[in-house]
């Protein structure tokens, strides 16, 4: 091999690895405008109290019990955000109407109990999120106000 040949091969390798990194940018940057379009909280999503913010929402949550008896319920957003627990998305009961179906589980840090599965449309699903710090079991930066379903993005 001569080194005209070894350049040849050298710019072929360079000019591989760019097209290849391009194409994960390309890939990661489509992926990050499918999230921040998507409006939905979707099945699995968890929404866990495990550090107190520092701006709560201004209004707690109700919740409708999701049990044939149904009643409602309050979420304190400040003793969840200071005591802890977590609400798991279990279904989109009503699609027409944006309400979901989830389970709390934690301290009995409102009239909801320690256990519950709830009844929540999607502004208030928005509001717990901005109380927990976003989606997940990690810590998230949110600001007030930041629609959490269509701007999240973890850190």
């Keep these: 091999m001569n080194s005209d040949e070894d350049t040849g091969s050298s710019v072929l390798m360079v000019v591989a690895g760019i097209a290849?990194?391009?194409?994960?940018?390309?890939?990661a940057a489509m992926a990050a405008v499918r999230q921040a379009?998507?409006?939905?909280?979707?099945i699995g999503d968890i929404i866990a109290f495990n550090r107190p913010v520092d701006i709560l929402p201004p209004r707690n949550v109700?919740?409708?019990?999701?049990?044939?008896a149904g009643g409602e319920c309050t979420l304190d957003l400040q003793?969840?955000?200071?005591?802890?627990?977590?609400?798991v998305v279990e279904a989109l009961a009503d699609a027409?109407?944006?309400?979901?179906?989830?389970?709390?589980?934690?301290?009995?840090?409102s009239d909801c109990?320690?256990?519950?599965?709830?009844?929540?449309?999607?502004d208030d699903m928005d509001n717990l999120a901005a109380a927990a710090g976003g989606f997940g079991v990690d810590r998230k930066t949110l600001a007030?106000?930041?629609?959490?379903?269509?701007?999240?993005?973890?850190n």
Excluded at 113 to 122: E, K, N, T, W, Y
């Design 79 to 87: 003793k969840l955000s200071n005591g802890g627990g977590s609400l």
């Design 144 to 154: 007030l106000g930041t629609p959490v379903n269509t701007a999240f993005a973890p």
């Design 113 to 122: 109990g320690s256990v519950a599965d709830l009844l929540i449309g999607a």
């Design 96 to 109: 027409e109407r944006m309400v979901y179906r989830l389970h709390w589980a934690g301290p009995a840090g």
């Design 37 to 42: 379009n998507d409006p939905m909280a979707h």
């Design 62 to 68: 109700v919740a409708r019990l999701a049990t044939p």
């Design 20 to 27: 290849i990194m391009a194409g994960m940018a390309v890939s």
